[in-house]
């Protein structure tokens, strides 16, 4: 379950309805009903938080997002124009170091992918999406 202020238009999430799992992008938030709405291949429809699930930041998610992936000693940097994300040895998202321009940021807990999605808002103005 992902709590609805984690949440912004845009961000791309699992939904879960009568046992069949489907990634999603929110269109709209409706703070007062406490409802989504999630567009996925098949519709848009409104969902309850319950129904939504993170997305675990990996590897994959990062090159779906076009991010470019470099190894080196202290671990492996992924890169987009000049936003960085750094882990400290390969598949270890357990804790990673973010930064865009002086914006530095120190992350020591997994994240997911709408949690990046919404900290690169924040540093850059300029919205992730795949």
């Known amino acids: ?3 609805l202020n984690e949440l912004k238009q845009g961000d791309i999430v699992i939904v879960d309805y009568e046992g069949r799992t489907s990634e999603g992008i929110v269109k709209d938030i409706d703070r007062e009903e406490k409802e989504v709405l999630v567009e996925t291949d098949v519709q848009e429809f409104w969902y309850t938080p319950e129904h939504l699930h993170a997305i675990p930041l990996s ?3 990062l090159i779906k997002f076009g991010f470019r992936k470099q190894e080196d000693a202290t671990g492996i ?3 987009k124009d000049s936003f960085r994300l750094h882990i400290p040895k390969r598949d270890d998202f357990s804790s ?3 930064w865009w321009r002086e914006d530095r940021r120190e992350l020591n807990h997994p994240i997911s ?3 990046l ?3 690169y808002y924040q540093m850059t103005k300029v919205e992730l999406n795949r």
């Open 117 to 119: 999605q919404n900290h």
């Open 1 to 3: 379950m992902i709590r």
């Open 96 to 98: 990673q170091e973010i």
């Open 113 to 115: 992918v709408h949690e």
């Open 59 to 61: 590897d994959e998610q």
């Open 77 to 79: 940097k992924y890169m």
